[in-house]
């Protein structure tokens, strides 16, 4: 484990921050639709339409953050179609999101096949006065681009929104249950319409994360399972703001982590390293199930209709 | 006003229609977003659907169709036992994997013996890789609760970095100048699954693919599992009390769509793919869930959704070719055709009312 040695910690945590910034946008958007009672499983196929419109407006307009908005509308738009299958028309929500999954996939394909091989403009960085001038601190954690600050104060927003506001509680008793939440005079179908919008939103946000500055192109299926780790990490924090926060940097720290030590020149072979995610995940989940504290929402998955 | 009131019993007519309804939806929007991206949509949807069978080139084509719609079919008709218990097996793609790779190792095991043996090896290690693979989620899910969606999904990558692992390291051929990939199984008798009658497609899979809608068929009508199967997905209270261990089910769902899948696996392998490479999975493990939903998780209908998704894929490759239009696009149609089907599932169900509830 020597090869541990020659990573340095400072670049290894700000890279942390960056690769983790996708995924925890699409996984706290996520959160908040399944506290709303909604499993969306299409969080993939919605960063991927998010990939390719922020990436195709960013070239258009020259200009990323148009791309970021641009792209948080189009998924949005997108997980609007679900919320319509699910809410209205009372379709399976697991075959629902696997469909958003395949057309998201597919549809985006056919978006980007111009675009590959661009350029996008550069979002640049952001560093707050006086705080990025503290030694390493300051590199490490604050000198970074807008998106990186915004997914950290979205995280806030959502735990003071869910926790300490009226609308909040009105949208946790729908996900908990939705025929008291409806006695009680409540629309459950628009809260959760609102809710999966914001989830699309989000997980938007995050794909056009992936392409304008991660990676920074187009390619296609470039999202490469980000969607499902989000969904992964939802459940990793019992639903809780702060713990999807802490899941998402766990998750970006192994990425990270597997490429600086493939870079280090470690024995381990690339392929079982980049399967680590994975069955970290998994242990995760067989982990916090035999806590048996899963504080998942009562209502989570289940079909509503006003006439019960 | 408009509203939505619960039928009595589902309703036939609709159940059987609208998978119909649905194709030809797709087939409308399909060709709007072709017209939007600039391409020709008639020509378009004419190249998918039409071209592969009774065009020009079909005496080409059809045999490829029977060639992919063979494991669509024999994965769909595994998972629509799951589907039906309400159990979400999404991991096929995993299991499929995996079950060509077990497969495969037997086979370059015996390498270069000849024995009529070898064949039937290779089926036993794909079912059971398959099996094994698909047994994670669900003795988790037995055990822990955990959820099989997510831990069957995570097993897919995790399958496809082991079969990028073991195609470059333990499966390499040796004498393949230091290029990743196995021996080509086409090309050793024992273990190749090679076409019955020259240049029709009809290879072992299909045959195999026959069988399994033809035994669910009747397993699903007649034996006590299939009954259990159905009520924990319909009924899952009313299955406890009727004795019915919720446990096994899992078991025997995840079982039986894991085996399948690897046998789809070992099939590929031996047959129409030929070597493991990192490429050798195309997805047809997501492919099969939508062709099991839209096959109503009924084995006839999913021989019939089995071969017209095959067309997709074959159509895909045309469009490519002829009107540069990348073949992943597909996955948009596959992705309609569900969303479609289960918006006019609602018709099922629930029937559209007109006026005032009194």
Partial sequence: MIEIMNINPILLVASLMVSATPILLAAIGEMVVEKSGVLNLGVEGMMIIGAVVGFAVAILTSNPLIGFIAAAFAAALL????????????????????????????????????????????????????????PIFGKTFFSHDLIVYFALLLVLATYLFLMRSRHGLVLRSVGENHDAAHALGYNVVRVRLLAIMFGGACSGLGGAYVSLVRVPQWTEGMTAGAGWIALAIVVFSNWKPWRVLVGAYLFGGVSVLQLNLQAAGSKIPVEYLSMAPYLITILVLVFMSVRGKQASPASLGKVFHKSG | MIRLEKRLEPSKLMTAVTPVIAVILA??????????????????????????????????????????????????????????????????????????????????????????????????????????????????????????????????????????????????????????????????????????????????????????????????????????????????????????????????????????????????????????????????????????????????????????????????????????????????FQGMMLFFLLATDLFITYRIKLGVKK
Avoid at chain 1, 85 to 105: E, I, K, P, R, W
Avoid at chain 2, 199 to 220: D, K, P, S
Avoid at chain 2, 304 to 321: D, H, M, N, P, R
Wanted: net charge positive; proline share 5%.
């Fill in chain 1, 79 to 134: 997980s609007l179609v679900f919320g319509v299958l699910t809410q209205v028309l009372l379709a399976n929500q697991v075959a629902s999101g696997l469909g958003l999954t395949l057309f998201g996939l597919g549809l985006s394909a056919m978006i980007g096949k111009n675009y590959e091989g661009k350029q996008a403009p550069s979002l640049g960085k952001f560093e707050i006065p006086f705080l990025s001038d503290i």
């Fill in chain 2, 27 to 332: 087939m409308i929007l399909g060709g709007l977003m072709f017209a939007m991206l600039g391409k020709p949509p008639l020509d378009a949807i004419r190249m998918i659907f039409w071209e592969p069978i009774f065009g020009e080139f079909a005496f080409f084509y059809r045999s490829q169709v029977l060639i992919k719609a063979a494991p669509l079919i024999i994965i769909a008709t595994g998972l629509s036992f799951g589907f039906r218990a309400g159990i979400w097996n999404i991991g096929a793609e995993g299991q499929y994997i995996i079950g060509a790779i077990c497969g495969a190792a037997v086979a370059l095991a015996f390498y270069p013996l000849e024995s009529r043996f070898i064949f039937p090896l290779m089926l036993a290690a794909g079912l059971l890789g398959g099996f094994a693979w698909a047994m994670i989620p669900g003795v988790l899910k037995n055990r822990f609760k955990t959820n099989e969606i997510l831990v069957s999904l995570m097993l897919v990558y995790v399958a496809t970095s082991i079969l990028t692992a073991v195609s470059q390291g333990i499966l390499r051929n040796p004498e393949g100048h230091g290029f990743p990939g196995s021996r080509n199984l086409q090309q050793y008798p024992s273990a190749a699954n090679l076409e019955l009658i020259p240049n029709t497609g009809l290879h072992l899979g299909v045959i195999a693919a026959l069988l399994i809608v033809v035994v669910t068929h009747f397993f699903m009508r007649t034996h006590i599992l299939g009954f259990q199967v159905k009520i924990t997905g319909e009924a899952p209270r009313a299955a406890r009390f009727s004795g019915i261990a919720p446990d096994k089910v899992v078991y025997i769902c995840l079982g039986i769509s894991g085996a399948s899948a690897g046998l789809a696996g070992v099939l590929e392998v031996a047959g129409p793919a030929g070597q493991i490479t990192s490429s050798f999975h195309s997805g047809y493990g997501f492919t099969a869930i939508v062709v099991a939903y839209l096959g109503r998780l009924n084995a006839l209908g999913i021989l019939l959704s089995g071969l017209l998704l095959a067309l997709t894929y074959i159509g895909g490759e045309i469009v490519q070719q002829e009107l540069k239009i990348p073949s992943s696009s597909m996955q948009a």
